[in-house]
């Protein structure tokens, strides 16, 4: 048992390694922060989607920016498409293929940006949030652990994050990013929250 958890942890300290000795990757962060520095700045909406685990981290980051990160500061206007009665109206009427794209539809307004997470790069129902987004003028930041033909031209910022053969090692990469990304738009806007740091 003991050498599986070694396993585990060598497995995702060497995806961090090689995210880390990557400077397109860490160039990709970077711009997502100041897409999502600009949005904020022009007094647009963060919304945020994905599927299953890509959900929850999608929910995680939205709340981090609405509630607090790491000390009290104001809120900041980010939304995760995870609300269950829009999610099971639209899934049956529409199609789960529908689900994101809908609310980008009805909520979604130029100037404000979707960042979507897909470990596969496949999910169909992010591929059709990222249109829909760009239908309505918004910006659009993808995380995927590979390259995607249909989810990299739909996108302003396009970070991959490959992490292994499974997606639990891309999802452990991708919710490091999310972090990196919410001290960023904090060190923005609040400085002062980062002081002797």
């Known amino acids: 048992m003991q050498h599986h958890i070694t396993s585990s942890l060598q497995e995702a300290h060497s995806a961090l390694t090689k995210l880390l000795a990557n400077p397109a990757a860490l160039a990709t962060i970077e711009q997502a922060a100041q897409l ?57 009427d529409h199609g789960y293929e529908q689900v994101f794209a809908r609310y980008v539809e009805g909520h979604g307004r ?25 239908a309505q003028g918004m910006k ?19 970070i991959c994050t490959p992490g292994g053969t499974y997606a639990d090692r891309v999802q452990e990469l991708h919710i490091k990013v999310l972090h990196i990304l919410i001290e960023l738009i904090e060190r923005h806007f609040f400085p002062e929250n980062y002081l002797g740091e």
Not at 51 to 74: I, V
Not at 145 to 157: A, F, H, M, T
Request: glycine share 10%; with cysteine; proline share 2%.
């Open 36 to 92: 999502l520095i600009a949005t904020f700045e022009n007094k647009g909406r963060v919304y945020s989607c994905g599927n299953g685990g890509s959900m929850c981290d999608a929910m995680h980051f939205a709340e981090e920016l609405t509630g607090r990160y790491r000390k009290d500061r104001k809120s900041l206007g980010a939304t995760a498409i995870s609300d269950a009665g829009h999610l099971t109206c639209v899934g049956n």
């Open 110 to 134: 130029p100037g404000d940006c979707l960042l979507a997470l897909s470990t596969s790069g496949t999910s169909k129902n992010v591929i059709k949030a990222a249109e829909a987004a760009k």
């Open 140 to 158: 659009v930041i993808i995380l995927s652990g590979k390259r995607s033909e249909k989810l990299e031209p739909l996108s302003d910022v396009y």
